[in-house]
């Protein structure tokens, strides 16, 4: 099997984990960096034998790459990708997969017409409490799902955007807390609950300079007739973050939320009900009974289930063809290594990426219709109209409409 000449586009944050990532997979060959700093990528090129470019263009005119990372500010995502995809590379896509939609189903679209590979840097989704969560809902052990109360919260000052300029505006962003930093929980609520098809919600600036939102708070209503209350800040210093599903059989809870950024070691709590809702609420006689609850807790020690998670993740991909070596050591799971690995076995050995760019549309989605709830004041169903949403970015971006600010 020949390997997969791989490029890694934008070398600096995240980007320095795609390269790590390629380096780490046996089935890489890491051929060429590219970034604007040209001292930067020079250095590092050289330090790792390998080609360096200043612009992505110059890459693809040399046709030296099979895939290719693009690890870039988020209004990039769209363009690079699309010339890459039209060129016939397979794109490894940080988050968020895209600003808009409408860029999201152009680029689907020419991966299918190409036949070529689409993953999404959502490694959320590979954390032990995600996995746990995931399995709880799809085994029926809380029976189909009522409702979802999530909130994350941390905190970030105005050096934060003071340092990176591009992510004070829609232009360059896409947005603010909801785009930037929780583009991950909105897509790990799809993952776990399901379709969303309508939503209410409001944005708002209570403490930053920048254009942007620091808060959302949103109503979601998910094909399986589930509710959903979400709300998301980055005013809100670092703790204290709750996360609830319940459904018609029990209960799941993580009273305090630790994996807010990287894999961390959880409490998940898990309650059923002695009889499904659905019974108890005839069966029970008195006017305020309740259903008894039975707890049982999933505390998750490193050491216990990092090898079973890893070789759960791998098995649900299906398409491996050769095995994966996962060094025990009392770490998480390196969740962006096996999104990394299972992007290049999908490209090797066909089937699909942990993380696809057809899984990945299902938040930018949602992500567009929040926005478009919240700045048009009114409820959005979904599938989302992209051009009603398109025009509204537009305004956005040309100051035409603005993020409330509720500051003094």
Avoid at 167 to 189: C, E, K, P, W
Avoid at 239 to 259: A, F, H, L, N, T
Avoid at 321 to 350: C, E, L, T, Y
Avoid at 379 to 401: F, Q, R
Wanted: glycine content about 8%.
């Amino acid at each position: 099997m020949e390997k997969v000449r791989y490029g890694v586009i934008g070398i600096k944050g995240i980007g320095r984990a795609h390269i790590q990532a390629a380096q780490a997979n046996e089935q890489i060959d890491l051929v060429a960096l590219v970034d604007v700093d040209e001292t930067e990528v020079v250095q590092v090129a050289g330090e790792l034998g390998i080609g360096a470019f200043t612009g992505y263009r110059h890459l693809l005119d040399a046709g030296i790459v099979d895939a290719v990372s693009i690890a870039v500010p988020h209004h990039l995502h769209y363009p690079i990708g699309l010339d890459f995809l039209k060129a016939g590379v397979h794109v490894f896509m940080e988050k968020p997969f895209a600003i808009r939609v409408s860029e999201a189903d152009a680029m689907l679209a020419v991966a299918q017409k190409n036949n070529l590979k689409i993953a999404v840097g959502h490694q959320y989704r590979t954390h032990r409490s995600s996995q746990i969560v995931k399995r709880l809902i799809d085994s029926g052990t809380i029976g189909a799902t009522l409702r979802v109360l999530w909130m994350w919260g941390e905190f970030r000052p105005e050096s934060y955007y003071h340092r990176d300029i591009w992510r004070r505006t829609f232009q360059y962003a896409g947005g603010g807390v909801l785009m930037n930093q929780t583009s991950h929980d909105v897509d790990l609520i799809c993952w776990l609950m399901g379709k969303p098809v309508q939503v209410s919600a409001m944005v708002g600036n209570h403490l930053h300079e920048a254009e942007i939102e620091d808060i959302v708070c949103a109503n979601v209503l998910f094909e399986s007739g589930a509710m959903g209350s979400l709300q998301f800040t980055i005013t809100h210093p670092r703790g204290y973050s709750i996360r609830q599903i319940q459904g018609d059989k029990g209960i799941i809870v993580m009273p305090e939320v630790e994996s807010l950024t990287y894999d961390q070691d959880e409490e998940i709590l898990v309650g059923t009900y002695e009889g499904p809702l659905t019974e108890m609420v005839t069966e029970l006689k008195g006017i305020v009974d309740q259903p008894a609850i039975s707890w049982r807790s999933y505390g998750l020690k490193q050491d216990q289930v990092q090898e079973k998670i890893a070789a759960r993740i791998l098995r649900r991909l299906g398409a491996v063809k050769r095995p994966h070596k996962w060094q025990s050591n009392a770490k998480p799971v390196n969740g962006f290594a096996v999104i990394m690995n299972s992007f290049i076995d999908a490209i090797s050995f066909g089937g699909e990426p942990l993380v696809t760019g057809k899984s990945a549309r299902s938040a930018i989605e949602l992500i567009n219709a929040m926005y478009l709830s919240a700045m048009r004041k009114k409820t959005v169903d979904l599938p989302l109209n992209s051009h009603e949403y398109d025009a509204l970015y537009e305004e956005l971006v040309k100051g035409k409409l603005q993020v409330p600010r509720f500051r003094s």
